[in-house]
């Protein structure tokens, strides 16, 4: 298989890999737009419970490929538009839990999309850069949106400002990540922690995700709102029904029915 986007399905876990080594995971528009339709595969895929993105070889991705810019036909906000940001949308509304494992170096719009996953989680070795600056460019692809939110304004300006490097142990300390994982065993260590996901119940991991969403941009007043109407929505469902009764019983609760 030599696509520059590979997908693979194990134990409800959908793991699909920019496979772009030799450029360290450089996107493209084939590897964009590709990565974008393979997301809403997986979202439709019944057997997918949960979604890994990660990079081939010693990189994540190293933003957009700087061989591919020159004598393009679309300008700088078209291209963004045609890209990169229905990307970082599907990421953000999918409808089941996105992992963004971070094998290697996160940079430029790659370190936008290492910061994308609902969940994020590195490799001892990886790396993210807010590189932009280095070409003169603007944060793009969500990092003006996600980073503050992590850190707060000044360190984020200061990331940007410098592009500075920032290691695994950094990122644990700042927020940029929620677990560090040795190399050797990252991806097995990955598939681990995705598989455990993949037994939450389904349905409520997809209202947390819209309820959090909106709440990230919301009033408290909306908040409490949008809470009370999604709460309707897991409170019907089966998988309510099933918490409830295994809570009774004494057992653990079944959330992956066949
Ligand atoms: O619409 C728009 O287009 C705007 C969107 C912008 C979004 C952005 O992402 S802007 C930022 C673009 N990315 C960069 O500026 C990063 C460029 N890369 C680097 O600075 C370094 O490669 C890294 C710091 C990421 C890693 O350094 P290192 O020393 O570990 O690896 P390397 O030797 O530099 O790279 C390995 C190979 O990958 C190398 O190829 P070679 O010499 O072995 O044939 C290198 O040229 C290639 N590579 C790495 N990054 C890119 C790339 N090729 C094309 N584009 C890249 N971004």
Redesign the pocket.
């Known amino acids: 298989q030599d696509s520059v986007i590979l997908s693979q399905t194990r134990v409800g876990v959908c793991t699909l890999t920019l496979n772009r080594p ?3 995971n ?2 493209n528009d084939e590897l964009l737009l590709t990565l974008t339709t393979e997301l809403r595969r997986a979202e439709a895929d019944a057997a997918v419970r949960v979604v890994i993105l990660t990079g081939a070889g ?2 994540f991705c ?6 591919d ?1 020159s004598g ?1 036909d679309m300008t ?1 906000t078209e ?2 538009n045609h ?2 940001n229905p990307l970082i949308r599907t990421i953000r509304t999918l409808d089941k839990p996105v992992i963004s494992a971070v094998n290697g ?1 996160a ?4 370190a936008s999309l290492a910061l994308a996953g609902d969940i994020r989680l590195w490799a001892q070795s990886a790396r993210l ?1 807010e ?2 600056s ?2 003169a ?1 603007v944060p ?2 969500g990092s003006t949106w996600f980073l503050p939110r992590l850190v707060g304004y000044s360190r984020a300006f200061e990331l940007m400002a410098f592009a500075e490097r920032v290691d695994a142990e950094t990122a644990l300390k700042l927020g940029l990540c929620e677990h560090v994982f040795a190399d050797e065993t990252f991806m097995d260590d990955v598939q681990a922690y995705a598989e455990r996901l993949a037994q939450r119940p389904a349905n409520a991991l997809k209202l947390t995700k819209q309820a959090l969403g909106a709440a990230l941009t919301s009033t408290l007043d909306e908040a409490l709102d949008q809470e009370a109407a999604l709460q309707q929505l897991a409170g019907d469902h089966w998988e309510h029904q099933e918490g409830v009764t295994a809570f009774k019983e004494k057992r653990a609760p079944d959330f992956v029915r066949a």
């Open positions: 030799d450029k360290l450089a996107a010693r990189g190293a933003g957009q490929d700087l061989g810019v393009r700088f291209h963004l890209t990169y170096v940079a430029g719009a790659g850069i590189i932009f280095n070409i460019l793009d692809s």
